[in-house]
């Protein structure tokens, strides 16, 4: 099968150390990434400026999330801790203790009333964000957890580990659903549609599956990356995906068919996430290089269909335009 290839489109360059995880606002107007700098920073992503530097972990922040209409945020990290930001002001409200080991992923629901978090502990803890009230301690791996997410709603949640499955979790209940068997390697991350019926998993094995949650079957094996796929994303309907590999590429997915619909190649370092607006329309990665890049991933889509329908391939050379952060505000 022919494929469009893409070079690239806007880098965000602000971070001093690599950058693990990125999330976006439902309409993409609002991005925040995670790095090994110890801190995270919020985005304006038609401009490509940085909006705030949220500082204040003592180690690695390896995963990041933002609410739906982007007024809440959250941040996970190796201190064992989860911060509760106000997006807008960039205000520190609340640190959130339960884990005994590294916190590596976190994710909230669209209205930032519900968040998870997951840890080399073994557990997930699901969360009242405005009273930093412990819900449920949500346990069933057996090894480091290393991935969340959440549904729209905030009541169904996914997670990801190093014992090779994903489990799917009530989070009203704290009890798991299913657990999900089919890769053969750790399993870095997971991602949910809006409603929570359709699952992706990104894993070691080179590999994403999507699945159905309400009966636990494996939809599809996605193959496409050359390497170890770090990230994973779905737009609110499901119908696209978006993985993130250390192949240096990210890659646009079909849900349905399991079918490329384009590969996205910045010219950066590995792949370490990625995430995808809920219309699918804008997309966003993160690089052990210390940057994010931007993509427009509907006029990718577009392009990537026109070239197909022609049966050829067009060789787009495009320069990333650069932004350099000199101050934050």
Same mark, same amino acid.
């Given at each position: ?195 929570? !019926? ?44 978006? %993985? !993130? ?29 990625? !995430?995808? %607006? ?48 000199? %101050?934050?505000?």
């Amino acid at each position: 099968m022919q494929q469009y290839e893409r070079k690239g489109l806007l880098k965000l360059k602000g971070h001093t150390d690599w950058v693990n995880c990125c999330a976006l606002s439902a309409d993409g107007n609002i991005g925040i990434s995670a790095s090994d700098d110890k801190s995270c920073i919020l985005w304006n992503t038609g401009e490509g400026k940085v909006l705030r530097r949220l500082t204040g972990h003592g180690n690695r922040v390896y995963g990041c999330a933002i609410s739906g209409d982007g007024k809440v945020a959250m941040s996970a990290s190796w201190d064992k801790t989860a911060i509760i930001w106000n997006a807008v002001s960039g205000k520190q409200l609340r640190t959130l203790y339960g884990h005994k080991q590294r916190v590596f992923a976190c994710a909230l629901s669209f209205d930032g009333k519900i968040g998870l978090t997951a840890s080399a502990d073994c557990t997930l803890i699901v969360w009242d964000i405005a009273k930093g009230r412990i819900l449920h301690r949500l346990r069933g791996h057996t090894r480091f957890v290393y991935g969340c997410a959440l549904s729209k709603d905030g009541k169904v949640a996914m997670s990801a580990s190093w014992d090779k499955t994903c489990i799917i979790w009530d989070t009203e209940k704290g009890k798991p659903l299913w657990s999900l068997r089919g890769h053969t390697d750790y399993v870095r991350t997971c991602a949910l549609s809006a409603d929570g !019926a359709i699952g992706m998993s990104a894993s070691f094995d080179n590999t994403c599956i999507t699945w159905d949650t309400a009966t636990g079957r494996m939809m599809k094996k996605l193959r496409g990356h050359k390497d170890q796929v770090f990230g994973c994303s779905l737009s609110a309907d499901g119908k696209i995906a978006m %993985s !993130a590999s250390t192949d240096k590429t990210c890659i646009l997915w079909d849900t349905k068919k399991g079918s490329i619909l384009c590969r996205l190649e910045g010219k950066a370092g590995d792949v370490q996430g990625c !995430a995808l %607006s809920a219309d699918s329309n804008i997309g966003i990665s993160a690089h052990t290089d210390k940057i994010c890049i931007l993509w427009d991933t509907e006029k990718e889509m577009k392009n990537a269909e026109m070239v197909t329908r022609r049966g050829g391939i067009v060789d787009v050379g495009i320069s990333c335009e650069v932004c350099q952060v000199c %101050s934050i505000s």
